[in-house]
């Protein structure tokens, strides 16, 4: 759009809204991770154990697709989008097992499309007041008013986009989708006899037995005679 000369912005620079663009910022944060929880985080989830990480994946992109067509200046193209956008996030999720590469990529797109360029999220111009941007030109490049999320060349970029973080996160998919082996069969642990058990409580319960140490050269007389005479010769 840039290079066709089809954005038109307006800038309304100030202190005022530049903490109004800082809020919107972290508001545009916020919305993202929760989507990001909610669909990814939870429903992908459980979807996966029930089901497999295809379906999970087409289901999913499908529901959430199916939502956005009830936004305001939703199209065909809209719906198409919004569906890759789906699949996008859901790979990330699949290569990591984690949400901060989709939420990143969430979070970006929406931070520079509405702040940085001053257009619709999703038809939503509610975020852009330090740039506000009017556009000119087909709506397979712009998307009209619902924004850049209802052009056709974004569809294009996102089948793109799909290629370029497989090609990115191949390490990441050995890492954390490696499911490692788990050992089977039936325990064989045995336990020993009754008998045995009780022996071994009653050696553990007995007191010890007291034991008397003496010093090697006796100190008193032997009750022997025999014993008494011979030590008596061997002084003498």
Do not use: K
Request: with cysteine; proline share 7%.
């Amino acid at each position: 759009m840039m290079l066709r000369a089809s954005l038109h912005p307006e800038f309304n620079l100030s202190f005022a809204n530049l903490g109004y663009a800082i809020l919107s910022l972290l508001t545009i944060a916020v919305g993202t991770l929760a989507l990001e929880v909610a669909f990814r985080g939870f429903l992908f989830a459980q979807f996966i154990e029930a089901t497999s990480p295809v379906f999970a994946t087409i289901f999913l992109a499908f529901l959430y697709a199916t939502l956005s067509s009830f936004r305001p200046d939703a199209t065909a193209l809209s719906v198409l989008d919004t569906f890759l956008f789906a699949l996008l996030f859901c790979i990330a999720y699949l290569r990591t097992r984690a949400l901060w590469i989709g939420w990143g990529i969430h979070f970006a797109w929406n931070a520079i499309a509405a702040i940085l360029f001053g257009l619709p999220i999703a038809g939503d111009a509610g975020y852009n007041n330090l740039i506000f941007t009017s556009v000119t030109g087909p709506e397979w490049l712009t998307g009209g008013p619902y924004g850049p999320e209802a052009a056709f060349f974004t569809a294009i970029v996102l089948i793109l986009g799909i290629f370029v973080l497989l090609r990115l996160t191949r390490h990441y998919a050995w890492e954390y989708t490696y499911t490692p082996p788990t050992p089977s069969g039936y325990p064989m642990d045995i336990a020993p006899p009754a008998a045995h058990t009780a022996m071994e409580t009653a050696a553990a319960t007995a007191p010890a037995p007291l034991v008397q140490i003496l010093g090697s050269t006796p100190t008193a007389a032997s009750t022997n005679p025999i014993i008494d005479d011979h030590l008596n010769r061997n002084d003498s």
